[in-house]
């Protein structure tokens, strides 16, 4: 570890700006949780999915899996033209392609590793779908929602 | 302390990685974590993993046959 890292980032310091709101459960103040991530090279990874089919849903799901299983934050969003398959039961149709691996098992790895899974709101009503359609875990927020929360992505892919 | 093992064998990439991910959430600084994988891509990327998690490779095997066995102290 750069020992001038940790100064400029003031670990074990005390920190100014560390008010009630940058305080996280688990007690662990937010300032460091961002600097411990900063420290360890941890990135935030947007990835947006256009297709439906087994040809647009792997990619995703394999460098978003990779991504939080090195500690990055990982964000999916489905577009209209992706949400399809993450309706219940779409993943499991396309879950087995020669020489991929297991897709469900990639959706499960990233969900247990705190990675998100949006479909954009557009895709209810083009796509004829309710909310209650899709597979535990999917989320359905606005284009808004999802680029506020990406606007520190430093790793973005489209597929 | 304590030696945990994973087997990972027969899984594609990135699923060894990620089972290591998953497995690491229950394991305490110092325990040991041997991992048994097929995968071609593995030797890297457990080197990489470790390297960004902040862990120990204490060593990656190759077992001959497309074989590795790695050991990782947590």
Redesign the interface.
């Known amino acids: 570890m750069d020992l001038s890292d940790q100064d400029e980032a003031g670990l074990g310091g005390e920190s100014k700006d560390s008010g009630p709101e940058s305080v996280v459960a688990q007690g662990i103040p937010m300032y460091k949780t961002l600097l411990l991530k900063r420290r360890?090279?941890?990135a935030k990874v947007a990835i947006t999915c256009n297709g439906a089919e087994a040809g647009n849903v792997f990619s995703p799901f394999?460098l978003g899996?990779?991504a939080?299983?090195?500690?990055d934050e990982v964000v999916l969003f489905f577009t209209p033209g992706g949400a399809p398959a993450l309706v219940k039961g779409k993943l499991e149709e396309m879950r087995e392609v020669k020489?991929?691996?297991?897709l469900l098992?990639?959706y499960d790895?990233v969900q247990?590793?705190g990675g998100k899974v949006y479909v954009c709101e557009l895709a209810l009503e083009a796509k004829g779908l309710m909310e209650e359609d899709f597979r535990e875990g999917v989320e359905v927020v606005g284009a808004t929602t999802f680029l506020n929360e990406i606007k520190d992505a430093t790793i973005t892919f489209s597929f | 302390m304590a030696t945990h093992t994973l087997d990972t064998l027969g899984l594609k990439c990135p699923q060894p990685i990620l089972k290591v991910a998953v497995k690491a959430k229950e394991l305490q600084p110092g325990d040991m974590l041997e991992i048994l994988a097929d995968c071609s891509s593995f030797p890297k990327d457990i080197e990489a993993w470790c390297s960004k998690m902040g862990k120990t490779l204490l060593f990656c095997a190759d077992e001959g046959g497309g074989k590795y066995k790695a050991q990782i102290q947590f």
Not at chain 1, 99 to 102: E, M, N
């Open positions: 360890y090279g941890m394999i899996s990779a939080a299983a090195s500690g020489g991929l691996p297991d098992e990639l790895g247990s590793l």
